[in-house]
């Protein structure tokens, strides 16, 4: 479980296919690698991946074919920049909001409007999630815990204060790049429990 809270900005070292559907992937993250071991989870942009190996700042991970496909991270390259955010501790703050890495879709960047202190950043939304974003609410984009600004059938803003302008890959996007969205799981949730119990009273 991570918070959205991005520790550090990371660079892929290199991606190297291990079979036709795999990749073993290296990522440098001084801050992160500071106390990880093999097992851990580190968010990469907004991905749960479990750390294979730890060299010098350099760790490894293994991603499966399933996640390239349904991730942005498959567009990669070495050089990119990229969120890292370890598993939050039980007796840590929880700074943003309960994000589980499990990426719902990827998004697209469609308009970026420069303010004095801020940026306003529209993004479209797959078919399908718009119905868990709400005015308000939670959303995590590239592993970044947002609020939603605006909201409709396709697509929501937000927000970008000058220190997530500065310290997460948010910053350099361009309309056009391919964000990680993952939806607030509390309103999957809510979906599910009405569902049943939608289902119960019709039985």
Known sequence: MFTGIVEELGEIVRSTETGDDSALV???GPLVTSDARHGDSIAVNGVCLTVVDV???VFTADVMGETLRRTALGALRPGDPVNLERAAALNSRLGGHLVQGHVDGVGEIVAR???????????????????YVVEKGSITVDGVSLTVAEVGDD??????????????????????DPVNLEVDVLAKYVERLLG????????
């Open 26 to 28: 290296a990522i440098r």
């Open 55 to 57: 060299d010098g700042g």
């Open 113 to 131: 409007e420069p303010a004095a202190q801020w940026e306003t950043v529209r993004f479209r939304l797959p078919a399908g999630l718009a119905r």
């Open 155 to 176: 697509w929501f803003s937000v927000g970008l204060i000058p220190t997530t302008l500065k310290l997460t890959v948010l910053g350099a996007k361009r309309i056009g």
């Open 196 to 203: 049943d119990r939608s289902a119960g009273g019709a039985r």
